[in-house]
C-alpha cells in the first residue's frame, strides 16, 4: 500500500503544484511546495485507505478467475501430440497476467483463493493437471508480472493448492 501512496502523492503533487495554470487558482501566499506535498499525500492515504471501496476486489478476483479458465480452456488441447495436457505449455496473455499479479500483490488473500479456484476448475472441467497449470501461472506472471521469481515462487507453492487425486 505504501507503493501505491507514493505513486498517489507524486501524482497529486504533480497536479496540485506542478501545473502552473492550475497552481495560481488555488494557491494562496502561505502555501508552497511542501505544504501542498502534505496535502498530496493525505489525499493519496485518503485514497489508498479506500482503495477497497474504488476498486472491488472481490468482484475483481472472480472477473481474472474466469479470465484464466477462459484462456486454459481455449488453449486446451492445443499442441499435444496425443491430446495429453501434460506436454503443453498453456500461457496468460499479458493483461490477464498483470491483472493476476495486481491481485497477489495487493490482496495476497484474495490470490491465493483465486488461484486455488483457478487450478481446481481447471482440474474438474478441462482435465488440466495441477502442474500444467501451476507451470503457466510461473511462466506467465514472471514474463508479466512484478513480483521476483522467488518471491513469485514461494507464494505459489503456498497459494496451489495439492494435485487432486482421483
Do not use: C
Not at 497552481?23 to 499525500?41: A, C, F, G, Q, Y
Amino acid at each position: 500500500m505504501s507503493e501505491l501512496r507514493e505513486r498517489l502523492t507524486a501524482a497529486f503533487q504533480g497536479l496540485l503544484w506542478g501545473r502552473p495554470q492550475t497552481r495560481k487558482r488555488w494557491v494562496l501566499r502561505h502555501r508552497n511546495e511542501p505544504d501542498v506535498r502534505e496535502i498530496s499525500n493525505d489525499l493519496a492515504l485518503h485514497v489508498a485507505a479506500r482503495l477497497d471501496d474504488i476498486i472491488p476486489t472481490e468482484h475483481l478476483a472472480a472477473t481474472v478467475r474466469h479470465a484464466v479458465l477462459d484462456e486454459l480452456a481455449e488453449q486446451h488441447g492445443w499442441d499435444s501430440d496425443e491430446g495429453d495436457d501434460r506436454t503443453h505449455h498453456y500461457a496468460l496473455s499479458t493483461s490477464v497476467a498483470k491483472t493476476l499479479d495486481w491481485l497477489i500483490r495487493h490482496h495476497p488473500d484474495y490470490g491465493q483463493y483465486t488461484l486455488g479456484d483457478i487450478v481446481r476448475e481447471a482440474q474438474n472441467r478441462l482435465d488440466t493437471p495441477r502442474d500444467a497449470v501451476a507451470d503457466a501461472l510461473l511462466r506467465s506472471l514472471s514474463m508479466d508480472g512484478n513480483l521476483d521469481h522467488a518471491s513469485l515462487t514461494k507464494y505459489l507453492d503456498l497459494a496451489l493448492p495439492p494435485e487432486k487425486t482421483r
